[in-house]
C-alpha cells in the first residue's frame, strides 16, 4: 500500500499546508479518494462553528472496517495487523493476521447481530487490553453500532452514569483484567453498576483471568459460548453495514469543568480520513513497520493510533495489556527489542516514571529497531525529551511531541518526524488543514508571535466533535461559545518567533494527570459525598512524574478528624469508589473555611498558588469574605 499525500519533505509540508488553507475541501476531497467508498459523496463540507454544524464528505456512504480491514486482504492478508503482547512477559504473546483479524470479527459482528444488536444501538465495551477489546470494537463498527469504551480503571458509579446517559442496552466486557500484580475484577465491577441500569438487556462476557463470576440467565452470556453457536450456524462473512458518513461511530466520555462527564460524538468517515492521514504524516509510517502505541483503547489515543488509524493504514499495530514498570522496569525496551518495534508512542508520565529507574533497566537492550519516538496526553518537559531522546532513541530518532485532544479525533498540531523540525517540549507546527490562534483575554486574535494566549481553532478539520451525545447545547457551550466562530481547546499555548507552539496547560478548571483529563468539579463533587466533608476545593499542582497531582483542600465537620490519616484515607475511598484510583487526589489538606468571595465563589486561583508553593505571590485578598482563611491555609500547606 502507498501513500499518495505522505509529506516528504518541508517544503511538501508547506505545499500541503497552504493547500489545505486556501481550499481545504480540495484538499480533503484528493485524501479521501483514496479511501473505499460505497457511495461517493456528494459535498465535500458545510459548516459553521455558531451552531455548531459540522458536516464533511456528505452522501458519502462506507464502512470505516472495509477500509481498516477488507481492503487490506489482497495484498495483505498474511501480515500481522494485531500483535498482542500480555501482562506477564511468561505467558505467549498472539498475532492476529489481517485474514484473521476479518474472521474474528465478521464472527463477532453476527454474535452482536444474533444478540440483538443493530445499526445505531449504543455498545458499551469494559475490557482490559486484550485483542478481544480490538475486535470488539470493530465488530460493532462493522454491523452499524455505536461503541463506547469504558477504560477499565472506571468505578461502577462512573460506568452507571455513562450507561445512563448514552442509554446504551448492550455490555461487552470480560471476567477481569490483568494490569501489573492486580486482577481487576470487571464483570464484578460491571454488575454494581447495572443495578443502576435496569435497561441493559445484554452482558456479553469473554474469559480473562478465570476470576469466579456472577452470570445472571437471561441477560449475561459467555462470548466463546456465543462464537460456538456461529461456527454451529456455518456464519463465516458478515456484510458490513452501509453508514452515511455523518453517522455516529463512537462516543467516548471525557472529563469537562463540570461535574458530568461529557459523551463525545465521532462521525465515520471524518474521523477514518484524518486518522488515517495524521498516522501516516506524523509517524512517517513505512509499509511493513511495527508501531507501538502503549495507550489504552478506554482513550481516545488507543482509539485514534491503535485501532483506526494505523489499521486503516495497513500497518501492524502492537497492544501491550500490562504497564511498563512490572515485573521490573525494562519491560517497554524488552517488548522492543522483542517485536523489533519501529515507532514508539508513550506518555511523558511513563517517561518520567522510567527515567526515575536511570539507566539499569536500559542496559544490555539493544533498541536498534526503534526509527521514531512519539509522546502525547500532555506536554512533555525538556528534562524527559532528553532523555527519551539520548537513551532511548540514542539520538538518532526524531520525537514528535503530539497536541490534540479526545473532541479532536487526532493529532492537530506536531512535528511530522525527521520531515518538519523538533525543537524539545514545543508540539512545533500544525498538521494541515488545522489553523489554530492565540486569543487574549478580550477574545482578541494575537497576530504577532513569542506571545501566550489561549489556543483556539478557527476552521473544521475532518474529525472534529460533532456533538455531545444527547445535549448539542452542552457542546455548543464548552466549546463553541467562549470565543465567537471558534473552537476553544481550552488549553494555553505559547508561540515562539518562529511561529512553533507550546501547550502550556489547561486554562479551565480540568487537570491532566498522567495524560488524562480530570475535571475539578467531578472530584470536589466525588470528596463531598463523604459523610464529614461540607465543601471541598481541588486544584493542580506541579507533580514531578504525572505532570499534574490532584491537592484537594476540605472542610471537615465530622468527628473522627483526630485522625486526620483514617480521615484521608476514607476519602480516597470515596473518590475510588465514585470516579476510580485514576482521580485520587495526591494531597488533602483540613482547612476551616475555602478563600471565598462576598457573592460565595471559591477563588480557586488562591488556591493554586498555595498549592504551588508561591506563597508570596497571592494577590490581592481584600476582595474576600474572610482574607484571615488564607493565612491559616498558607500555614497548614503540604511541603513537597
Request: aromatic letters at 10%; one cysteine or more.
Amino acid at each position: 500500500m502507498s501513500y499518495p499525500y505522505q509529506i516528504k519533505s518541508l517544503h511538501a509540508y508547506e505545499e500541503a499546508y497552504a493547500k489545505s488553507i486556501e481550499n481545504p475541501a480540495a484538499f480533503w476531497a484528493d485524501i479521501a479518494a483514496h479511501f473505499q467508498w460505497r457511495k461517493p459523496w456528494d459535498l465535500t463540507l458545510d459548516w459553521n462553528f455558531v451552531e455548531p454544524h459540522v458536516r464533511w464528505f456528505m452522501g458519502g456512504k462506507l464502512n470505516i472496517t472495509e477500509n481498516c480491514i477488507d481492503r487490506h486482504l489482497t495484498d495483505k492478508g498474511n501480515q500481522p495487523a494485531i500483535i498482542w503482547e500480555p501482562n506477564d512477559p511468561e505467558e505467549a504473546h498472539r498475532v492476529l493476521t489481517y485474514r484473521q483479524l476479518y474472521d474474528k470479527v465478521c464472527q463477532f459482528a453476527h454474535v452482536l447481530r444474533n444478540n440483538g444488536v443493530s445499526k445505531g444501538d449504543r455498545v458499551c465495551i469494559y475490557m482490559g487490553m486484550t485483542p478481544e477489546l480490538a475486535i470488539a470494537v470493530l465488530a460493532c463498527a462493522r454491523v452499524g453500532a455505536i461503541h463506547s469504551v469504558i477504560f477499565g480503571g472506571f468505578s461502577a458509579q462512573s460506568i452507571a452514569d455513562r450507561l445512563q446517559d448514552a442509554h446504551a442496552e448492550f455490555i461487552i466486557t470480560s471476567d477481569g483484567a490483568f494490569r501489573g500484580t492486580k486482577d481487576i475484577p470487571l464483570k464484578a465491577v460491571i454488575d454494581d453498576a447495572l443495578i443502576a441500569c435496569p435497561f441493559v438487556k445484554r452482558v456479553i462476557v469473554s474469559t480473562r483471568t478465570r476470576t469466579p463470576i456472577s452470570m445472571m440467565k437471561g441477560r449475561d452470556v459467555w462470548w466463546e459460548d456465543e462464537i460456538k453457536k456461529i461456527e454451529t450456524l456455518g456464519l463465516h462473512d458478515f456484510e458490513p453495514e452501509v453508514m452515511e458518513s455523518e453517522d455516529p461511530l463512537f462516543i467516548l466520555y471525557t472529563s469537562g469543568s463540570t461535574g458530568k462527564p461529557k459523551g463525545v460524538v465521532h462521525a465515520c468517515a471524518g474521523y477514518m480520513v484524518y486518522t488515517n492521514y495524521s498516522f501516516i504524516n506524523v509517524f512517517q509510517y513505512q509499509p511493513g513497520e511495527i508501531h507501538f502505541c502503549t495507550a489504552d483503547i478506554g482513550w481516545i489515543t488507543g482509539h485514534s493510533y491503535i485501532v483506526y488509524g494505523p489499521l486503516s493504514a495497513g500497518a501492524t499495530s502492537l497492544m501491550f495489556e500490562g504497564i511498563p514498570t512490572w515485573p521490573d522496569a525494562s519491560r517497554f525496551w524488552d517488548i522492543v527489542d522483542k517485536h523489533q518495534v519501529n515507532i514508539l508512542y508513550t506518555a511523558p508520565t511513563a517517561i518520567r516514571s522510567l527515567m526515575s529507574f536511570g539507566t539499569a533497566p536500559l542496559a544490555g537492550r539493544s533498541l536498534q529497531s526503534l526509527r521514531i519516538l512519539g509522546t502525547v496526553g500532555e506536554p512533555i518537559n525538556e528534562e524527559a525529551w532528553q532523555w527519551y531522546y539520548t537513551q532511548v532513541g540514542k539520538e538518532k530518532c526524531p520525537i514528535v511531541d503530539t497536541w490534540w485532544q479526545t473532541e479532536t479525533g487526532g493529532i492537530l498540531i506536531s512535528n511530522l518526524a525527521g520531515i518538519t523540525p523538533a525543537k524539545p517540549a514545543f508540539a512545533t507546527l500544525p498538521l494541515p488543514g488545522v489553523l489554530p490562534v492565540l486569543v487574549d483575554e478580550k477574545g482578541e486574535i494575537i497576530h504577532e508571535n513569542n506571545v501566550s494566549g489561549n489556543l483556539c481553532l478557527t476552521a473544521p478539520w475532518p474529525s472534529v466533535i460533532r456533538t455531545t451525545y444527547g445535549d448539542h447545547e452542552r457542546c455548543r457551550t464548552n466549546y463553541f461559545a467562549t470565543y465567537p466562530n471558534m473552537y476553544f481547546t481550552g488549553d494555553g499555548a505559547y508561540r515562539d518567533e518562529k511561529g512553533n507552539y507550546r501547550i502550556t496547560g489547561r486554562v479551565d478548571d480540568v487537570l491532566n494527570v498522567s495524560g488524562h483529563r480530570i475535571g475539578t468539579a467531578e472530584v470536589e463533587n466525588a470528596i463531598n459525598m463523604h459523610a464529614g466533608v461540607i465543601e471541598s476545593a481541588v486544584v493542580g499542582f506541579p507533580h514531578d512524574v504525572k505532570g499534574q497531582g490532584i491537592y484537594a483542600y476540605v472542610v471537615y465537620a465530622g468527628d473522627s478528624l483526630a485522625d486526620t490519616h483514617l480521615t484521608q484515607q476514607d476519602i480516597l475511598q470515596t473518590v475510588t469508589r465514585v470516579i476510580g484510583a485514576i482521580a485520587k487526589p495526591d494531597k488533602i489538606q483540613f482547612v476551616s473555611g475555602l478563600p471565598k468571595t462576598r457573592s460565595g465563589k471559591i477563588m480557586r486561583r488562591i488556591l493554586r498558588k498555595i498549592a504551588e508553593g508561591e506563597l508570596d505571590n497571592i494577590g490581592d485578598t481584600t476582595t474576600l469574605l474572610d482574607p484571615g482563611v488564607v493565612e491559616e491555609i498558607k500555614q497548614g500547606r503540604f511541603e513537597k
